[in-house]
C-alpha cells in the first residue's frame, strides 16, 4: 500500500465517510468543512443577526429600576431582569416584535446558569441582548466594553431607594476582576462578611444588575448613534501572559479573554510580576 501522509489519510477517510451519508444528502464527497458551503437541505439558512430586529434607544433611569425588580420578580433572577429591562422594555414602548419574546427563557441564566455559578447572569442577558440586534463583529467589542467595566468596576452601585425589596441603605462593594458569578459573588461574600444565601447577598446581585443594565443601555445607545467607544481596556496580565499564551505564541494554550488572576494568582511562573496579586 503506498504511504500516506496524515493529511491525506484523513481526507480520504472523510471521502469514504461521505460516500454514504453525504451523497444522499448531495453534498460532494471530499468537498470538506468549508465554511462557505451551503450546508444540505437549506439547514441554518436563517439569516445572521442582525434580523429584522432594530433597536431603539433608552433610558437606563427607567431601565434600571425595571432590572432591579425583575431580578425579584417570581425569583427569576440577574439575566432575566438585565434582559427585560433591556428587550422587555422595548416590548412595552414598541410593541412587536419585542414584546413577543419568551422572556422567562432568561431564568435559566440566574446564579451562573441554573446555579453553576459561571457567567455571571446579568451579563449573560446583556450580552444576549446585544445579540439580537448586533452579529458578532459589531457585537464583540461592546461585549469586551461590558465584561471588562463589570471585571473591574466596584459593585453594587445602585440604589433602589424606597422601593428596595431586600434590604435597605447602602451595601458593602467589591471588584471582582471576574466576569464569573461564583468569583464575583464569593470575593463580594469575603469583603462584606454575608453569607451567599444571605438577603444582602440577594440584594447586592439585584443592584448589580441594575448597574449591569445600566451600562448595558448606554453601549447600546452609543452604538445606535454610531458613538459607541471602548472605555476599558484589557488588563496587563491578559496583555503580559498573552505575549506567550495566545495563539501562534510559543505555549498557545489559553482560551478566552478573562482576567487571569483571579484563577492564576500564584502563577507557575515563579518570578512572575503578578505572583502576590491579591
Ligand atoms: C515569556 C513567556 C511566558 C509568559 C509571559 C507567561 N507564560 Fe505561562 N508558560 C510559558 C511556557 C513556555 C509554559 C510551559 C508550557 C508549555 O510547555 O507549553 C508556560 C506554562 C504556563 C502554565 C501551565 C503550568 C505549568 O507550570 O506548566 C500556566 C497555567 C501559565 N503558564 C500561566 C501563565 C500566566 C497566568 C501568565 C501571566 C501571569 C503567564 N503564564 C505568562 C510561557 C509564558
Ligand atoms: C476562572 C479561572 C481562570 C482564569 C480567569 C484563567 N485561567 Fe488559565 N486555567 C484555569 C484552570 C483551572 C486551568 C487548568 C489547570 C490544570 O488543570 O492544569 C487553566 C489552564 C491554563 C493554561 C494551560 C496550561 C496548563 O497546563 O494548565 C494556561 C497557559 C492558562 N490557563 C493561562 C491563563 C491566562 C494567560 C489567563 C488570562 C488571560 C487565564 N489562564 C485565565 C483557570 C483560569
Not at 1 to 22: F, I, P, V
Not at 191 to 211: N, Q
Not at 249 to 259: I, Y
Request: aromatic share 10%.
Amino acid at each position: 500500500m503506498e504511504r500516506m501522509d496524515r493529511r491525506t489519510m484523513l481526507k480520504t477517510m472523510s471521502m469514504l465517510g461521505c460516500a454514504t451519508g453525504c451523497l444522499a444528502s448531495g453534498m460532494l464527497p471530499g468537498a470538506g468543512p468549508e465554511p462557505a458551503l451551503a450546508a444540505p437541505g437549506g439547514r441554518f439558512a436563517q439569516k445572521d443577526a442582525p434580523f429584522s430586529w432594530k433597536p431603539h434607544m433608552l433610558d437606563a433611569k427607567v431601565c434600571a429600576p425595571v432590572a432591579y425588580d425583575g431580578y425579584w420578580h417570581q425569583g427569576y433572577g440577574c439575566a432575566y431582569g438585565a434582559f427585560y429591562a433591556i428587550v422587555g422594555m422595548m416590548g412595552e414602548q414598541h410593541g412587536a416584535p419585542y414584546n413577543q419574546f419568551p422572556f422567562t427563557m432568561l431564568e435559566v441564566g440566574k446564579s451562573g446558569i441554573s446555579d453553576w455559578g459561571t457567567i455571571c447572569g446579568a451579563l449573560l442577558g446583556a450580552a444576549s441582548a446585544f445579540a439580537l440586534f448586533w452579529g458578532r463583529k459589531d457585537r464583540d467589542p461592546m461585549v469586551a466594553e461590558l465584561f471588562r467595566w463589570y471585571e473591574q468596576t466596584a459593585f453594587p452601585m445602585h440604589d433602589p431607594g424606597p422601593a428596595f425589596k431586600g434590604v435597605a441603605g447602602a451595601l458593602p462593594t467589591s471588584v471582582s476582576h471576574s466576569p464569573l458569578c461564583h468569583v464575583s459573588v464569593g470575593r463580594w461574600c469575603q469583603a462584606s462578611g454575608f453569607a451567599e444565601k444571605s438577603t444582602e447577598r440577594g440584594e447586592r446581585c439585584a443592584r448589580i444588575t441594575a448597574d449591569v443594565a445600566t451600562k448595558a443601555i448606554a453601549i447600546m445607545n452609543a452604538k445606535q448613534a454610531a458613538a459607541f467607544a471602548v472605555a476599558h481596556g484589557d488588563p496587563q496580565s491578559v496583555t503580559y501572559c498573552g505575549e506567550c499564551h495566545n495563539p501562534g505564541k510559543q505555549s498557545p494554550l489559553l482560551k478566552g479573554k478573562m482576567d487571569c488572576t483571579p484563577c492564576h494568582s500564584g502563577s507557575p511562573h515563579t518570578a512572575d510580576k503578578f505572583k502576590n496579586h491579591p
